[in-house]
Nanobody
Framework: QVQLVESGGGLVQAGGSLRLSCAPN????????MGWYRQAPGKQRELVAT???????NYADFVKGRFTISRDNARTTTYLQMNSLKSEDTAVYYC???????????????WGQGTQVTVSS
């Protein structure tokens, strides 16, 4: 069973930086998109950033200029570099991957287990 393994969360002071990473525990035939979402207590999960297989990126307005999504050369690991962190960035961050297991297979959505990011003011 494919699982997304996340790492990099933690506690940081406001203005600091963290880098999250996410990779599948098994090889996927084709990854079509990668992304990061977050969910704060009492709030709905929201999009943070996405990265397509073509390299196109999309960011939520509240992270533009502060967060950067990227991937490794093998295009299997995705990163979220978070700079100038604010207390309102405190949330559980989830990795999301859309992939196919073979040429004829349908796309499947995979989610990471979530990693806690806490920004102290």
């Amino acid at each position: 069973q494919v699982q997304l393994v996340e790492s990099g969360g933690g506690l940081v002071q406001a203005g600091g930086s963290l880098r999250l990473s996410c990779a599948p525990n098994k090889s996927l035939f084709r990854i079509n998109a990668m992304g990061w979402y977050r969910q704060a207590p009492g709030k709905q999960r929201e999009l943070v950033a996405t990265l397509t297989s073509y390299g196109s990126t999309n960011y939520a307005d509240f992270v533009k200029g502060r967060f950067t999504i990227s991937r490794d050369n093998a295009r299997t690991t995705t990163y979220l570099q978070m700079n100038s962190l604010k207390s309102e960035d405190t949330a559980v961050y989830y990795c999301h991957v859309v992939a196919r297991l073979s040429t004829l297979a349908s796309e499947i959505d995979y989610w990471g287990q979530g990693t806690q990011v806490t920004v102290s003011s």
